[in-house]
């Protein structure tokens, strides 16, 4: 057999495609907060840093399959090992937790399909927009001028989004549920790798640990600050106007952007 | 003292089972777990009634042989310890105790609290060994190994196979007793020609048997009588990769001339 | 009558094994796959003989009643292994290990036996590393050891508290090999009932599958036993509960002759009877004997006082004091019979005052407490666990129990019963230790035998029996075996008594602890048999047992164990009353040494030492059937001819 059916057969490759592709998502999430909290600084970096991805249309589509590939094998492989799990022990106990397991590792499936569940609904939201679902309007109208270029008004469209309190609250529990997916799942690459031994386990366990927590603070910082007017409620009331103001939708929106008014 | 016991009766692999709640006559806090069941049973059988089936033999936790789900955890309430080495000391008067057979697929129930753990067997049909023929072996001191892998060694291959750690698994995964074996026989300079040859061979049986995987928990650790490491599950899942790696051996030609 | 034939080679003694196999019968390759072979048994013996015949290239059937051939009781000898690997430097040498053991067996061993075990210990120990036995090890990388009692070397190999089980392991291990190559077929949950004898020839088991209750026939060319002691008819032992002598005890009913029964050991080191509802004694390993000093307190009145009260000049180290050549370290037999004789003096600790203390406080003080530890860690845990008392600060309280039987069915010196065709192996024979095993014994005879000695004189038997000529199971032989187990299996379940099985084991167990235990005498021997044959006939006639033939049915098998039992009880008994002396384990009080005697006078051995009398009494005792349970058995004897060892006045002064 080759070595990918191998893979792709055994519970220990099953692992293996779980704790590979974890760790990609992982490094993305990484990426993908450096990235968000540019939000913290003035509206044109974030807005440059946007209008920079976009425009690299190649390759935004290429990072894009990547991720959807790796979710695709992640989800997949969950599954099919939860189905393995759940038929390796037909009859259940009669009651109690399993003894002396990790609290977080009890809820991965549990976490993993809330937050498969947020990426649907983020990508809905900020990538695609569709206007039924942000509590808002139509985030496609919001423009901004960039050095004499019209572009989407990435730093409104977050403000906006997240001024929304159950918006904002679903994104801070999806985060919470990263944090109790990654609080288990960075560590637990390692150990399906197996690179660890019993002198790096204890370290491996803190820096995980210490790196999940990060990233909760990272991401929830954002919706939090938001939507406690710490950031861009004044920019955002002006951006406001533009889902109001039904000429925008025209294509002539040269008369619109930040110096308006 | 007095205890309550809800126990799982099933009368055999085919039938289904139930809980059936008995009261201990008065018991000594001194006795085992074990002999309380003997106790129970002996007044069960004077009363005509079919004893508890459970499985016991060495009573020191040694051999393996004894299991149960007491309360929930596998061996009962304390670490590091057996069932038969859990003495009533450790529950209360009145208290009600439930009692419930290893739960897995790969166990199937023969009787009331016995459980057949055969597949553990075939798995270490499948590798768990270092192929030397009797009398072929050189001087014991020829092969130095170094004190901390004899050491290290020896924790893996304390393992007695009683296969709690796929009782408390969620997964019912049998990772801990395979990475054990592993491990052992891995550590070794004796076990290096097979080493690789062996971790493939022992997982894939491990995965024919229907045993779950790792979701690294700790439940197994937690509640191995012998307090086998979940270490030896890295070090085995780095084998099996260098294993996978490393591919088939090259097949020879030809016969010998 | 039976013909007991040691068949020793002749030559001098250290060249006899050699010799042996040099001029046995071999068997050509293609020729052994053609005879198929049963053991009954996968302990030591059992699974080392099972997967060292496989690889010779014979068909081998193996039969275990546990779940798994790794359960056998042999995985909880703690202590070590002997070998005369000399890698101290203290003047161990085959010859040493030869001379010590036959020593420790009181001169009741047969010479060629026990130096053959020897000079095979070496390659033991050799097998067992390549296999990967973690033996302990020094931090150059070489093996470790340690003392054991009745020698004054360190020879004793090990692995942590674990020996037994690291050693059984790597024989499982050796046998899951050619089981896994299909050379072995291995059967689990299958108990032996019955050994089929054709024309004289043992030729077949019959079998009773433990899940369905099937039984079943199996014919071979040879059958090996390997089905260990038979110390549970004592009830309370250091033995796992599961372990019995039905396989050997129907071998005898078929004819084999059953060798010193009488000849017990009682393992000084164990922890005390707490109740009534004991199952089990457990052992605290005789390593232990290394570090710990065993003591009592020198008056009566401070028996009840704890013993960090008893000041240093009012306790007496009587093991050190009687034995000072060997102190703690003296061999089994006599450091129990000290602790049995100290206690009846009054002078027991704990609150039934049958206990002695075993100090680790001087070591701990010597070695520090983690040294003590490392060595010895996890003993003291278990030793927590069922006393809930802390041996680091608390001395330990130990008595003796029945842990081993150097007696079991007769063989000679190819390890062959005197029924043809059936070898008996390990501690089921009667034929190393003699009349007391030092430590660390065991586990090297068992090896010794599966590994190296079996394979080596199996195929002179096989090479007088026609290949593919064994035979079938359809024969009268194995219809009339089979019928019999039926019949036994109703009698039992159609009994309409009023008694458990069980509890007339532990009436059987005390009987046999009150008359023939530690110290025996005619009078007593003579009341124990009478009530072992009563117990015997109520039982016939009063025993019930639960559920049906056709299902797991633990109540039956211990019914049937526990049958068995009742007949052995009474001719270990018997032999005790017949084995008019002491010597080992087997103490008859009317003859010990007393201050009068030269021997006490010259200093060699103690007032009430065991006495032996060479002059009528240096033979095996070999007991034939009688043909009925209440029909007295056979004496049949071979004479134990020393050629190069004299008997002496055994001293450890």
């Known amino acids: 057999m080759s070595i990918v059916s191998v893979i792709f057969k055994s519970s220990i490759g099953k692992k293996y495609v779980m704790a590979g592709t974890g760790a990609l998502l992982f490094l993305f999430v990484i990426g993908h907060l450096v990235g968000n909290l540019q939000v913290f600084g003035p509206p044109e970096l974030i807005n440059t840093y946007a209008h920079f991805l976009q425009s690299k249309p190649a390759m935004v589509w290429g990072a894009r399959i990547g991720l959807l590939v790796l979710v695709v094998l992640h989800v997949t492989t969950a599954v099919q090992l939860s189905i393995a799990n759940k038929a390796a022990r037909p009859v259940t106990y009669s009651g109690g937790e399993a003894y002396g397991s990790a609290w977080q590792s009890r809820y991965m499936l549990m976490s993993g399909i809330v937050i498969a569940a947020f990426i649907v609904y983020h990508l809905a939201h900020f990538t695609a927009r569709l206007p039924a679902i942000n509590g808002v309007g139509d985030f496609t109208k919001i423009k901004t001028v960039l050095h004499g270029e019209i572009v989407p008004d990435v730093y409104a469209m977050m403000v906006l989004g997240f001024q929304v309190w159950w918006v904002a609250l679903f994104y801070i529990v999806a985060q919470a549920l990263l944090f109790i997916h990654l609080g288990h799942g960075i560590a637990s690459a390692f150990q399906s790798f197996g690179l660890r031994d019993h002198v790096w386990w204890p370290r491996i366990q803190f820096l995980a640990k210490g790196a999940s927590i990060a990233i909760f603070i990272g991401y929830a910082l954002i919706p939090i600050s938001i939507y406690m007017r710490v950031v861009g409620s004044d920019y955002a009331g002006k951006a406001a106007a533009q889902l109001k103001d039904s000429a925008s939708v025209q294509p002539a929106v040269a008369t619109q952007g930040k110096e308006t008014h | 003292m007095k205890v309550k016991l809800k126990v799982w009766r099933q009368k055999n692999r085919n039938t289904a089972g139930e809980f059936r709640t008995y009261e201990s006559p008065a018991l000594n806090e001194n006795m085992s777990f074990l002999e309380m069941l003997d106790v129970v049973n002996e007044e069960l059988a004077n009363k005509g009634e079919d004893p508890i089936a459970f499985d016991h033999d060495c009573r020191e936790g040694i051999c393996g042989t004894c299991s149960l789900v007491i309360g929930g955890k596998p061996h009962g309430p304390h670490r590091g310890v057996a069932t038969c080495q859990t003495y009533m000391r450790s529950f209360r008067d009145g208290d009600t105790i439930v009692v419930e057979p290893f739960r897995a697929k790969a166990f199937p129930i023969i009787k009331d609290l016995v459980v057949d753990r055969k597949a553990f067997d075939r798995i270490q049909h499948a590798g768990g060994f270092i192929s030397v023929r009797t009398g072929a072996a050189p001087d014991a001191n020829s092969i130095p190994v170094p004190k901390e892998n004899a050491d290290l060694a020896m924790d893996a291959a304390q393992c007695i196979g009683c296969g709690a750690c796929v009782a408390a698994c969620k997964n019912a995964s049998a990772m801990l007793f395979v990475a054990a074996k592993v491990s052992h026989l891995g550590l070794l300079p004796q076990g290096q020609p097979e080493r690789f040859k062996r971790v493939k061979a022992m997982v894939t049986q491990m995965d024919a048997e229907g045993f779950g995987a790792c979701t690294v928990t700790g439940s197994c650790e937690a509640v191995c009588p012998k307090e086998i490491s979940l270490d030896f599950i890295a070090r085995m899942n780095r084998d099996y990769g260098v294993a996978l790696l490393k591919g088939e051996p090259k097949q020879i030609a030809g016969g010998v001339g | 009558m039976a013909t007991l034939n040691s068949n020793i080679p002749s030559g001098p003694l250290a060249s006899k094994w050699e010799s042996y196999k040099f001029n046995t019968k071999l068997i050509n390759p293609a020729n052994k796959r053609k005879y198929k072979i049963i053991v009954v048994g996968a302990g030591l013996a059992g699974a080392s003989a099972s997967a060292t015949l496989a690889e010779l290239g014979y068909e081998v059937h193996n039969f275990v009643f546990h779940d798994s051939p790794r359960r056998a009781h042999s995985v909880a000898a703690q202590g070590g292994i002997n070998a005369a690997k000399n890698y101290q430097n203290d003047g161990d040498s085959v010859h040493r290990l030869f001379y010590d053991t036959i020593k420790g067996g009181d001169f009741r061993a047969r010479e060629a036996n026990v130096h053959r075990?020897?000079?095979?210990?070496?390659?033991?120990?050799?097998?067992?590393?390549?296999?990967?036995?973690?033996?302990?090890?020094?931090?150059?990388?070489?093996?470790?050891?340690?003392?054991?009692?009745?020698?004054?070397?360190?020879?004793?190999?090990?692995?942590?508290?674990?020996?037994?089980?690291?050693?059984?392991?790597?024989?499982?291990?050796?046998?899951?090999?050619?089981?896994?190559?299909?050379?072995?077929?291995?059967?689990?949950?299958?108990?032996?009932?019955?050994?089929?004898?054709?024309?004289?020839?043992?030729?077949?088991?019959?079998?009773?599958?433990?899940?369905?209750?099937?039984?079943?026939?199996?014919?071979?060319?040879?059958?090996?036993?390997?089905?260990?002691?038979?110390?549970?008819?004592?009830?309370?032992?250091?033995?796992?509960?599961?372990?019995?002598?039905?396989?050997?005890?129907?071998?005898?009913?078929?004819?084999?002759?059953?060798?010193?029964?009488?000849?017990?050991?009682?393992?000084?080191?164990?922890?005390?009877?707490?109740?009534?509802?004991?199952?089990?004694?457990?052992?605290?390993?005789?390593?232990?004997?290394?570090?710990?000093?065993?003591?009592?307190?020198?008056?009566?009145?401070?028996?009840?006082?704890?013993?960090?009260?008893?000041?240093?000049?009012?306790?007496?180290?009587?093991?050190?004091?009687?034995?000072?050549?060997?102190?703690?370290?003296?061999?089994?037999?006599?450091?129990?019979?000290?602790?049995?004789?100290?206690?009846?003096?009054?002078?027991?600790?704990?609150?039934?005052?049958?206990?002695?203390?075993?100090?680790?406080?001087?070591?701990?003080?010597?070695?520090?407490?983690?040294?003590?530890?490392?060595?010895?860690?996890?003993?003291?845990?278990?030793?927590?666990?069922?006393?809930?008392?802390?041996?680091?600060?608390?001395?330990?309280?130990?008595?003796?129990?029945?842990?081993?039987?150097?007696?079991?069915?007769?063989?000679?010196?190819?390890?062959?019963?005197?029924?043809?065709?059936?070898?008996?192996?390990?501690?089921?024979?009667?034929?190393?230790?003699?009349?007391?095993?030092?430590?660390?014994?065991?586990?090297?005879?068992?090896?010794?035998?599966?590994?190296?000695?079996?394979?080596?004189?199996?195929?002179?038997?096989?090479?007088?029996?026609?290949?593919?000529?064994?035979?079938?199971?359809?024969?009268?032989?194995?219809?009339?075996?089979?019928?019999?187990?039926?019949?036994?299996?109703?009698?039992?379940?159609?009994?309409?008594?009023?008694?458990?099985?069980?509890?007339?084991?532990?009436?059987?167990?005390?009987?046999?602890?009150?008359?023939?235990?530690?110290?025996?005498?005619?009078?007593?021997?003579?009341?124990?048999?009478?009530?072992?044959?009563?117990?015997?006939?109520?039982?016939?006639?009063?025993?019930?047992?639960?559920?049906?033939?056709?299902?797991?049915?633990?109540?039956?098998?211990?019914?049937?164990?526990?049958?068995?039992?009742?007949?052995?009880?009474?001719?270990?008994?018997?032999?005790?009353?017949?084995?008019?002396?002491?010597?080992?384990?087997?103490?008859?009080?009317?003859?010990?040494?007393?201050?009068?005697?030269?021997?006490?006078?010259?200093?060699?051995?103690?007032?009430?030492?065991?006495?032996?009398?060479?002059?009528?009494?240096?033979?095996?005792?070999?007991?034939?059937?009688?043909?009925?349970?209440?029909?007295?058995?056979?004496?049949?004897?071979?004479?134990?001819?020393?050629?190069?060892?004299?008997?002496?006045?055994?001293?450890?002064?």
Not at chain 3, 377 to 384: D, E, I, K, R, V
Not at chain 3, 534 to 563: D, F, H, M
Request: with cysteine; charged share 25%.
């Open chain 3, 117 to 653: 075990l020897a000079e095979v210990s070496v390659n033991i120990i050799d097998q067992c590393a390549a296999q990967g036995v973690p033996f302990a090890r020094e931090y150059g990388g070489l093996l470790d050891n340690r003392s054991f009692g009745g020698a004054q070397v360190s020879r004793t190999f090990y692995a942590r508290g674990q020996t037994g089980q690291q050693l059984l392991l790597g024989a499982y291990s050796a046998l899951n090999k050619m089981i896994g190559q299909g050379a072995v077929k291995s059967y689990t949950h299958s108990e032996m009932l019955d050994l089929v004898v054709v024309d004289g020839h043992a030729k077949g088991i019959i079998v009773r599958n433990l899940q369905t209750g099937e039984i079943t026939r199996h014919n071979a060319d040879a059958v090996v036993l390997a089905t260990g002691g038979y110390g549970n008819v004592y009830n309370l032992s250091t033995y796992a509960r599961g372990a019995n002598a039905t396989a050997i005890w129907r071998a005898y009913k078929r004819g084999a002759c059953f060798g010193n029964p009488c000849y017990m050991q009682i393992h000084p080191t164990c922890i005390p009877v707490s109740g009534d509802y004991q199952s089990k004694l457990t052992l605290m390993s005789e390593s232990l004997r290394n570090d710990g000093r065993v003591w009592v307190p020198k008056k009566k009145e401070d028996c009840r006082k704890a013993p960090s009260d008893i000041a240093e000049a009012d306790r007496d180290y009587y093991l050190e004091r009687m034995y000072s050549a060997f102190g703690n370290l003296a061999p089994r037999d006599i450091a129990s019979r000290a602790a049995k004789t100290v206690c009846d003096e009054g002078r027991g600790i704990g609150e039934t005052g049958l206990g002695v203390y075993l100090d680790f406080a001087d070591a701990i003080g010597r070695l520090g407490e983690g040294k003590v530890r490392e060595r010895y860690g996890n003993l003291f845990a278990m030793y927590h666990e069922i006393t809930n008392e802390d041996a680091y600060k608390t001395p330990m309280r130990i008595y003796p129990a029945v842990h081993y039987t150097m007696g079991g069915l007769w063989v000679d010196y190819n390890l062959m019963s005197n029924v043809p065709g059936l070898f008996v192996l390990g501690e089921a024979n009667f034929s190393d230790h003699g009349a007391n095993r030092l430590g660390a014994s065991a586990l090297m005879q068992g090896l010794s035998d599966g590994y190296f000695v079996l394979p080596a004189t199996i195929s002179g038997y096989l090479a007088s029996q026609k290949p593919d000529k064994r035979p079938a199971t359809d024969n009268a032989a194995f219809k009339q075996a089979e019928e019999s187990v039926q019949s036994l299996t109703k009698q039992l379940l159609g009994n309409k008594g009023t008694r458990t099985p069980a509890s007339f084991h532990k009436e059987l167990g005390k009987l046999m602890w009150d008359h023939c235990g530690m110290a025996r005498n005619k009078a007593g021997l003579e009341t124990g048999i009478k009530l072992i044959g009563e117990l015997r006939e109520e039982y016939w006639r009063n025993v019930k047992v639960a559920g049906e033939a056709g299902e797991w049915n633990q109540s039956l098998e211990n019914a049937g164990r526990i049958a068995d039992f009742m007949e052995l009880g009474e001719l270990i008994c018997r032999d005790a009353l017949h084995r008019e002396e002491s010597c080992g384990g087997h103490f008859r009080e009317e003859y010990q040494y007393t201050k009068d005697d030269p021997e006490t006078k010259q200093g060699l051995v103690n007032p009430g030492d065991v006495k032996r009398r060479d002059d009528a009494f240096a033979y095996v005792a070999g007991w034939e059937y009688g043909g009925a349970p209440d029909k007295a058995p056979i004496l049949n004897k071979e004479p134990l001819v020393y050629e190069e060892v004299h008997m002496s006045t055994r001293s450890y002064k």
